[in-house]
C-alpha cells in the first residue's frame, strides 16, 4: 500500500512539474483585446500630437500617419528635410513605437511654387467663409503645392467650407491644377 502511495505521490509531483515546464513553456498570453485596443488608441493620439506640435508644421505641410501594432508609417509632403527628420525623431520615442517607417515626401524647391502657397493662402483664409481657420495654431486646413499643381488637404467643418476652398483655390494664377482632398468633419 505504501509502495502504491509513493508512486501516486512521484507521478503527481512529475505531472505537476509537466505542466509548470509547459506553462513556462508558452508565450505570454497576449493582452485582451480591449486593452490592445486603448493602448492603441493612446499611441493614435500620441502620434498625432507629437506631430502637431513640431514647431515647424505648417499650412504648407502636410503630415499624416498610420499606426499598426508597434509600427508608425509617417506620409505626407513637407517643404523641408529638417521637419521629415523632426517628425521620425518625434514618434520614434512614443512608447510602443518599435518601427516608424518615413515616408514623407520632400517637395521641390520651387520659386513658383512658393508664389502659389503664398496666392492660395491669401484667397483661402482672406475669405469671410473661411477665415475663422486661420486664427487655429495649425490651420486644419493645408496648401500643398508640388510644380504648380495645388492640393488641399485637412478638415473642415462643412460641404459648402470645402467648396468655396476649392473655388479660391482654383481662382490662384499659375495653378496647373487642383485637387480638393478637403474631409467634412463628420455629424455636419
Avoid: W
Amino acid at each position: 500500500m505504501n509502495a502504491k502511495k509513493a508512486v501516486s505521490a512521484c507521478l503527481t509531483v512529475v505531472l505537476s512539474l509537466g505542466t509548470a515546464r509547459y506553462a513556462l513553456a508558452q508565450p505570454n498570453n497576449p493582452a485582451p483585446p480591449d486593452t490592445m485596443a486603448r493602448a492603441q488608441e493612446r499611441m493614435v493620439r500620441q502620434v498625432r500630437h507629437e506631430l502637431v506640435m513640431l514647431p515647424q508644421f505648417g499650412v504648407f505641410d502636410n503630415l499624416a500617419y498610420k499606426v499598426d501594432g508597434d509600427t508608425v508609417t509617417l506620409m505626407g509632403q513637407v517643404r523641408n528635410a529638417v521637419l521629415k527628420d523632426e517628425a521620425r525623431d518625434a514618434v520614434k520615442h512614443i512608447e510602443g513605437v518599435e518601427h516608424v517607417n518615413n515616408q514623407i515626401e520632400i517637395l521641390p524647391v520651387s520659386f513658383n511654387d512658393d508664389r502659389i502657397r503664398r496666392q492660395a493662402a491669401r484667397a483661402i483664409f482672406h475669405d469671410s467663409t473661411l477665415s475663422m481657420y486661420s486664427i487655429q495654431p495649425v490651420p486644419p486646413i493645408h496648401i500643398i503645392v508640388k510644380n504648380g499643381h495645388l492640393t488641399l488637404e485637412g478638415v473642415v467643418r462643412n460641404q459648402m467650407d470645402k467648396d468655396v476652398a476649392g473655388i479660391r483655390a482654383n481662382g490662384v494664377s499659375g495653378v496647373f491644377s487642383v485637387d480638393n482632398n478637403l474631409q467634412v468633419e463628420r455629424g455636419k
